[in-house]
């Protein structure tokens, strides 16, 4: 339990301190970025499946089309998400970035209700609402749908859902959706390099240090994920998840100066009392859960 709470923990204070990593890669284009995390994270997690003898079940997926096919999906949603993310952070987004991801368990939520056919209580439905008062708060505020926030929350959702339906565990997934994308990335970060335009043929040794970075950083904080919700409940991993926003928004607001006014705070505490709502619903129900295992 005490290893299950140190891995979580490091795993979603990586994402939650992310933003600082992608500040020092602010003058590569987007894209750029996402194709070195795409492939750093290829090269590291293929490396770490040898070191530790796990290649056999990734080997096997591609005999498996149906998995091939899934993972392809959940590979453009990943993509999709980092991109949103790098743009968001490079764009000077971060608090709107961190919004996503609070809102990211309702939408869980309401996949499992449109998806998975789930049922949920008053509480839940409450929280549903309480989230949605939120965002419309905040588009009424902002004049525009806060898209960034929704796209992040919207894809990791999916991507989720996806991933939850997996036989593989977190490293043979995310080495199995970039080697998937491989055939795409690789070529074109060559091309972008020796056309010239890509950060690497500037010779800067710092920020190509910061670009490799990337990929064994992403890796780690997947496999500490991983390793944590092994061990621990999923309410107790649904509570720690909430320090990545958290240090996403303090980062934001703190130390990139973006704004966040106490009009923009109204909108932030509708969501928060929906997270407080949904996960003090979802401590009951595990509470009860349990005393019911130690009764039979």
Same mark, same amino acid.
């Given at each position: 339990?005490?290893?299950?709470?140190?891995?979580?923990?490091?795993?979603?204070?990586?994402?939650?301190?992310?933003?600082?990593?992608?500040?020092?890669?602010?003058?590569?284009?987007?894209?750029?970025?996402?194709?070195?995390?795409?492939?750093?994270?290829?090269?590291?997690?293929?490396?770490?499946?040898?070191?530790?003898?796990?290649?056999?079940?990734?080997?096997?997926?591609?005999?498996?089309?149906?998995?091939?096919?899934?993972?392809?999906?959940?590979?453009?949603?990943?993509?999709?998400?980092?991109?949103?993310?790098?743009? !968001?952070?490079?764009?000077?987004?971060?608090?709107?970035?961190?919004?996503?991801?609070?809102?990211?368990?309702?939408?869980?939520?309401?996949?499992?209700?449109?998806?998975?056919?789930?049922?949920?209580?008053?509480?839940?439905?409450? !929280?549903?609402?309480?989230?949605?008062?939120?965002?419309?708060?905040?588009?009424?505020?902002?004049?525009?749908?806060?898209?960034?926030?929704?796209?992040?929350?919207?894809?990791?959702?999916?991507?989720?859902?996806?991933?939850?339906?997996?036989?593989?565990?977190?490293?043979?997934?995310?080495?199995?959706?970039?080697?998937?994308?491989?055939?795409?990335?690789?070529?074109?970060?060559?091309?972008?390099?020796?056309?010239?335009?890509?950060?690497?043929?500037?010779?800067?040794?710092?920020?190509?240090?910061?670009?490799?970075?990337?990929?064994?950083?992403? !890796?780690?904080?997947?496999?500490?994920?991983?390793?944590?919700?092994?061990?621990?409940?999923?309410?107790?991993?649904?509570?720690?998840?909430?320090?990545?926003?958290?240090?996403?928004?303090?980062?934001?607001?703190?130390?990139?100066?973006?704004?966040?006014?106490?009009?923009?705070?109204?909108?932030?505490?509708?969501?928060?009392?929906?997270?407080?709502?949904?996960?003090?619903?979802?401590?009951?129900?595990?509470?009860?859960?349990?005393?019911?295992?130690?009764?039979?």
């Amino acid at each position: 339990m005490n290893a299950g709470i140190v891995y979580a923990t490091l795993a979603f204070v990586v994402w939650g301190l992310f933003p600082l990593h992608l500040r020092q890669v602010a003058s590569v284009h987007p894209i750029e970025v996402v194709l070195h995390r795409s492939t750093w994270s290829l090269l590291f997690v293929l490396a770490l499946l040898v070191a530790l003898r796990r290649v056999g079940a990734l080997r096997a997926t591609f005999s498996q089309p149906r998995v091939l096919g899934l993972f392809t999906v959940s590979a453009l949603l990943l993509s999709c998400n980092w991109l949103v993310y790098v743009f !968001a952070v490079q764009s000077g987004h971060v608090v709107e970035a961190s919004l996503g991801y609070f809102i990211n368990p309702i939408v869980n939520v309401l996949l499992g209700v449109l998806v998975l056919h789930e049922r949920l209580n008053r509480v839940q439905w409450t !929280a549903v609402a309480l989230a949605a008062a939120g965002v419309l708060w905040l588009t009424l505020l902002a004049g525009r749908l806060p898209w960034i926030a929704l796209v992040l929350a919207i894809s990791f959702g999916f991507y989720g859902l996806m991933r939850k339906t997996s036989s593989l565990g977190a490293m043979e997934g995310l080495a199995l959706e970039t080697l998937l994308l491989a055939p795409l990335v690789v070529p074109l970060l060559a091309w972008w390099t020796w056309s010239g335009q890509g950060a690497m043929a500037r010779g800067d040794v710092a920020l190509n240090v910061w670009l490799l970075l990337g990929g064994p950083l992403t !890796a780690l904080a997947l496999v500490w994920f991983a390793a944590g919700a092994r061990r621990l409940p999923l309410t107790t991993v649904g509570l720690i998840q909430y320090l990545s926003p958290t240090l996403q928004l303090a980062l934001g607001v703190w130390v990139f100066h973006e704004p966040f006014d106490r009009a923009r705070l109204v909108g932030f505490a509708f969501i928060w009392a929906a997270l407080a709502l949904y996960s003090a619903d979802g401590w009951r129900r595990s509470r009860v859960q349990a005393a019911g295992v130690r009764i039979r």
